[in-house]
């Protein structure tokens, strides 16, 4: 901080009135002089600064000098040097240091620097006094704007931790009620700390209330170990303890002057004990009768540490609204969740849809599509540097490379096993099994990473509670364009009429001069060529690993079946559900995904046994056939 070259009268008379407050400063005692000083100017805070950083000394004559790095003595009220000075070095410990910098921080709310006065106001953040609270007032203004609504807000937070009085610090609370914000549920939570105390009537201070004795909150127990730690009872006695007690101390045929044959008792064995405890032969300790004439006697508080009821009742209104709001935000935010898994649900089971619920072909090797689709992606990349390019290549190649894989597939296996499903399923599990190893042999064990473009890094935030990654919502976006293309497919385009056509009546469509086998291996070819495009939105958050597809596979199974077979309406319907029900199930046990996944089987098998065609069942010939 730079010296003024010009004398400061004001520091000068402070250094003067103060030199043994500067010389052994206390902590406790320290405060108002620091406050002197740092308002007398830019001076004062360089003597800070300087006492600060233990660059601060005192000479014979009471002038406060400098000493600089290079050693060079400096007065700290002119700025001018001090040639041949021996000032005595100041000391502050960490306590009185603490001070000094609350006292800089104050100081550098002005400063022209922005990074200074950012670095001051985060500080603050931290915990501040009624002088800082004064001072940050003072520097409201800033020509930065996030500065200054940073100030404005840290302001309102200052004001009800050290504001100057309850009026002020429960309007400053009113200001941010319904705020879900850390910052301000943080500063609410020191105002309702409470602590227990025991009484024989109610306590001074601010009571939150009295708890019952021996209840659920407060077991007997519980209430015997308060009242001991607050020293209103000594520690109990044991059974066991006083047998060995009065034991130790039997002399003449009595014990604490009570005959031992009267021991059987219970209270003479008390009066006994207590005997010997008059007479220092044993440690104190409380009988059961002792015991209950303590809990009988006193009662159970909380107290609140705010001594300020208004203040306190106050910050009581605005946490429950906080905490009704905050239920409401986590309610949004796992509706977000949900929607963004029901998307991924969608686009790995729209290809699905297509072969299992138009061609009833069970292709078990879906989950490789998607897998072929993910390394489409991850191998793009490694040729493509700029991410944003790769993508936009990986998505129409992943397509092409799938597409062409599955009509291989149809060609090969599908088009000879026609209307043999059991073994349908077992060829495509097979084929499945062997695209998992040949993806190990090409790309290895270990996951690969297929890297999102920086546009598509990071997240939405709405506040503190409400967020969602950017990759989530462009693949929510890619869901629903790939909806409307498949509707503009097989509503609009001959492929999608003759798809339809042979759906239903292939004997018919194929008289009608349509060729089925090819519209069945477009077709499985369009369901593979979609798995593909999934798989590139996958593989942008999670590793690329040849098990990729199989980690959605009976997910894509059970959204088709839930929503009805063949048809799209009923695949996004049971996405939808599959997504939110796994979400809701998993907020109640985050940790056990496992048990989410049980409970979500449970409920489909449910579900099926009420519903056998799904959610949107099919109708028509096709249904029929």
Request: with cysteine.
């Amino acid at each position: 901080m730079p010296i003024c070259a010009q004398a400061n009268p004001a520091l000068e008379a402070v250094i003067a009135d103060n030199l043994e407050g500067l010389e052994r400063p206390s902590r406790l005692t320290v405060e108002p002089l620091v406050a002197q000083i740092a308002g007398t100017g830019p001076e004062g805070l360089a003597l800070l600064q300087a006492w600060s950083e233990r660059q601060l000394g005192l000479t014979e004559d009471g002038r406060a000098v400098i000493i600089g790095d290079d050693d060079t003595a400096t007065d700290a009220v002119t700025g001018q040097p001090v040639p041949e000075a021996d000032p005595q070095m100041l000391r502050p410990n960490s306590g009185v240091r603490g001070v000094i910098e609350s006292a800089l921080v104050a100081g550098a709310l002005n400063d022209p620097d922005p990074a200074r006065r950012r670095a001051a106001l985060e500080s603050l953040a931290r915990g501040g006094t009624f002088e800082q609270l004064t001072a940050l007032r003072g520097a409201l203004d800033d020509l930065d704007p996030a500065l200054a609504a940073r100030k404005a807000r840290l302001e309102r937070l200052l004001t009800i931790q050290v504001g100057e009085n309850s009026e002020a610090r429960v309007t400053a609370i009113e200001d941010l009620a319904g705020d879900v914000s850390l910052d301000f549920r943080a500063a609410l939570n020191p105002l309702l700390v409470t602590r227990r105390v025991v009484a024989t009537e109610e306590p001074q201070g601010n009571v939150a209330r009295e708890i019952a004795i021996d209840s659920d909150e407060l077991p007997r127990e519980a209430a015997i170990a308060l009242l001991v730690s607050e020293g209103v009872l000594e520690p109990r006695l044991t059974s066991a303890e006083q047998r060995a007690a009065l034991a130790a101390n039997l002399s003449d045929g009595t014990v604490g002057g009570v005959p031992v044959a009267d021991l059987s008792d219970p209270d003479a064995r008390d009066r006994a004990y207590e005997a010997l405890e008059d007479a220092g032969t044993v440690p104190p300790a409380a009988t059961e009768a002792e015991v209950q004439a303590a809990l009988d006697a006193h009662r159970v508080y909380e107290l609140y540490a705010e001594p300020d009821p208004a203040v306190t009742e106050a910050a009581r209104a605005a946490q429950i609204r906080a905490q009704v709001r905050l239920g409401a935000m986590q309610g949004i935010d796992l509706g977000l969740d949900a929607l963004s898994l029901a998307s991924i649900y969608f686009l790995a089971a729209i290809g699905l849809a297509v072969t299992f619920g138009v061609m009833r072909v069970i292709n078990m090797a879906h989950g490789e599509f998607i897998m072929m689709g993910a390394y489409t992606g991850y191998t793009v990349q490694t040729l493509v540097s700029d991410r944003t390019l790769s993508l936009v290549a990986a998505l129409p190649l992943a397509f092409a490379v799938t597409f062409g894989a599955g009509v291989v597939l149809y060609r090969l296996v599908i088009r000879h096993l026609a209307h043999r499903p059991l073994e349908t399923l077992l060829a495509t599990f097979g084929v499945s099994i062997a695209l998992q190893q040949l993806a190990k042999n090409i790309f290895g064990t270990q996951a690969r990473p297929l890297t999102a473009p920086a546009w598509l890094e990071g997240s939405i935030t709405i506040n503190d509670v409400i967020s969602i990654s950017s990759i989530r919502v462009a693949i929510f976006v890619l869901a629903l364009l790939f909806l409307a293309l498949f509707l503009f497919i097989m509503k609009r385009t001959r492929l999608g009429l003759e798809v339809r056509a042979v759906t239903q009546n292939p004997g018919m469509a194929a008289s009608m001069g349509i060729n089925p086998d090819r519209i069945a291996m477009m077709t499985f070819g369009l369901g593979s060529g979609i798995a593909g495009i999934a798989g590139v939105a996958i593989g942008l958050f999670a590793q690329v690993t040849s098990e990729i597809g199989q980690q959605y596979i009976v997910q894509s199974f059970m959204t088709v079946v839930v929503g009805g077979v063949g048809n799209i309406w009923g695949t996004l319907a049971g996405a939808t559900l599959i997504g939110g029900l796994s979400k809701v199930i998993e907020s109640f046990n985050p940790g056990n995904t496992l048990a989410a996944q049980t409970f979500m089987i449970l409920f489909i098998i449910i579900f099926i046994q009420f519903r056998p065609r799904g959610i949107i069942p099919q109708k028509g010939r096709a249904a029929e056939a």
